[in-house]
């Protein structure tokens, strides 16, 4: 059974290298997968394209502008963002990834990969997070994730160690919001680290899936809301060590997670959750609930000894690329209210 501490190291060594890297352009309304160069000027029609052209790995980046990228466009699902890829839409209310419901998923993340920027609906799985190798590392910035079976999924297989960071998202009206399942037990960990991210109008907002109870599952939660799901518990996931705490300045209702760490219950007032705006609204209870004290980005040490933050998630803003702090404190959640 591989420690989280072990992860950590990984990462450490993968954020220590640098490749050069390189930007590809796509644009479903103006771009040609025929006669396209993946340039600004002549862009490719689809994100399939763009991807492919990058060869697998980078760190290099897909840009989609904004457009509606299904299989009708001629995309080829699963998208599947390579080692050190970056897929990063023109918005998450403007970049449109949709599938027809029955794919399997319409976006695989592998070693050091990112999306952001997009919405991706209407599949069985939304955004899967597989194992791609030791240490893997992946990210989902500022996306919606709506109208899936499983809105995103993190697994793992033996003697992968796997984390998944989720930062200014909303996930919405899913079958499971957000699902992480070790399916055996054996020298492997499945790590979720949700940030400023609202969990919301899902059948089941946060599910944990393992055969044993002794799985390395663990999951924490900074800044975010899970609540207003048909199932708002959050259970099954493996105790912290050290005394680190699960969770910060959450709006939530699961009740072993409350009375500590400024979370509570309370209706947060969004604004259409329903129909995936997770906008905070103007009288919302929750603005500016997160005490001075728990900074953005979080500095609280993950499992025996720290968990490495991304240096691009420094400066991450809200969904709608906003501020991530107005004011002197932090809003609940994936929308930072300027009031």
Known sequence: MRSPSRLLHGLVLLSSTTWAATDVYVDAIHGSDATGAGTVAAPYRTISAGLRSLGGSGPHTVHAAPGLYDAALGETFPLVVGDGLSLVGAGAHETVIAGQGDEVALVELRRRSLVSDVTVRNAGVGISSPPAAAFALHYVR????????????????PGIDHGLVIASSVIAANGVGLRAQAPVCVVNSVSVLVYGTTITGNLVGVEALQPQVLCELYLRLYHSIVRGNGDDSIQGWSPLLAGTPLSLGNVLSEPSLLGFGGNVDVDPLLAASTAGDAHLAGISPVVDLAAP????PPTAAWIEGGWIWEPSFAAVGDIDRGARIVGAKVDPGADERIV
């Open 293 to 296: 004290g728990t900074p953005w």
């Open 142 to 157: 500022r996306c919606a994730i709506e109208q899936c079976d499983v809105g995103v999924f993190a697994y793992d297989a």
